[in-house]
């Protein structure tokens, strides 16, 4: 999968499926991600091969990764799995295997061994490292409102480093940095080497906007649909 975007727009990724539209980690959400024309779905994978982003946020009605990747192999939708725990990667690496996703599917994490077991498992599979990691569901809310503006500001700087750095790491081919920490000399190192870059998650037209014009590969997105929308917008 070449989630470098070249001249057109960036990817646009159904995060935890859907989750402004359906419950997260949920076949609902997958199918609203799927129906909303993302271009990949992401989901979460705890070491019990559930959908969930954590043990204590498991779906009322959980969801196997074999079951979600059934579903997303039907769609024809690339597949975007956050392994959110390092320890299961070769569980990981044989269902995409099985299912023949390697080469339409890109596995992020925050744990560089992760990143490096999953090179020597499936060689053709994208990687991504993350960063922040996102223990405290950072994700779910605006930065402001989680470190406030000054802190996000101050954090840019130092970012082109911390990155080299995870790279140099991990060897991951793709990094996926939250939407408030993406600055154009990240975007410009990572393009560089090679390195794809996702801008998450952006849920306001705003963000998405903001992210498009520094050129990232991917936005990962609650609302995949409005993202697209966005993009599309003259």
């Known amino acids: 999968m070449n989630l470098l975007r070249g001249d057109g727009r960036p990817l646009v990724v159904g995060h935890r499926g859907a989750a402004a539209v359906a ?10 991600g799927v129906a909303a024309g993302a271009d990949l779905v992401e989901f979460d994978v705890g070491p019990d091969l559930q959908l969930a982003h954590s043990a ?19 769609q024809g939708v690339g597949v975007h799995l956050d392994a959110k725990l390092p320890g299961y990667e070769e569980q990981i690496a044989a269902a995409l295997i099985r299912h023949g996703l390697v080469e339409r599917a890109v596995v992020a994490t925050a744990y560089a061994v992760t990143v490096r077991r999953l090179a020597t498992l499936a060689p053709g599979l994208r ?54 920490l993406c600055t154009r000399p990240i975007v410009r190192l990572a393009h560089a080497r090679g390195v794809a870059v996702l801008g998450w998650t952006a849920n306001t037209p ?19 649909g409005m993202a697209l929308a966005t993009l599309r917008a003259p």
């Open 206 to 224: 705003e963000a998405v906007m903001r992210l498009d014009e520094l050129g990232v590969d991917g936005i990962v997105s609650d609302d995949p």
């Open 56 to 74: 204590r946020e498991t779906p009322g009605e959980p969801v196997t990764l074999d079951a979600a990747l059934d579903y997303l192999n039907a």
């Open 127 to 180: 990687r991504a490292i993350g960063y922040p990691r996102d223990r405290y569901g950072v994700s779910r809310v605006g930065w402001p409102a989680v470190f406030g503006r000054t802190g996000a500001a101050a954090l840019r700087p130092a970012m082109p480093v911390r990155v080299r750095r995870l790279l140099a790491a991990s060897g991951a081919d793709t990094v996926a940095i939250h939407h408030a």
């Open 23 to 32: 419950p997260e980690n949920t076949f609902e959400a997958l199918r609203a």
